[in-house]
Nanobody, 118 residues
Framework: QVQLVESGGGLAQAGGSLRLSCRAS????????INWYRQAPGQQREWVAR???????NYVDSVKGRFTISGSTAENTVYLQMNSLKPEDTAVYYC????????????WGQGTQVTVSS
């Protein structure tokens, strides 16, 4: 069973930076992708960024140019560098991994709170 552990959340001022980490353990099938999602109070969970096993990355438009995902699925670790933070970035951030098994299993971390004050 894959376990994901996020860390690095906290409180930042608008314009500030935070770096989130996600580490996977118990990986049997290689990971096809590791994603970051976020969920603000009263909102649906939103996809934020993806690191694919090829090394390619993708971002939701609202964070392009501000957030950077790095690391690798091969090392089972990714990071999310968040710069120029805005109050609207306040949310619980979740790490998600999709494995390369025939079932494309999804795994979720417990989430880490990011709060950006204005």
């Amino acid at each position: 069973q894959v376990q994901l552990v996020e860390s690095g959340g906290g409180l930042a001022q608008a314009g500030g930076s935070l770096r989130l980490s996600c580490r996977a353990s118990g990986v049997i099938f290689r990971l096809n992708a590791i994603n970051w999602y976020r969920q603000a109070p009263g909102q649906q969970r939103e996809w934020v960024a993806r690191m694919h096993s090829s090394g390619s990355t993708n971002y939701v438009d609202s964070v392009k140019g501000r957030f950077t995902i790095s690391g690798s699925t091969a090392e089972n670790t990714v990071y999310l560098q968040m710069n120029s933070l805005k109050p609207e970035d306040t949310a619980v951030y979740y790490c998600n991994a999709v494995d390369a098994s025939p079932w494309s299993r999804n795994y979720w971390g417990q989430g880490t709170q990011v709060t950006v004050s204005s």
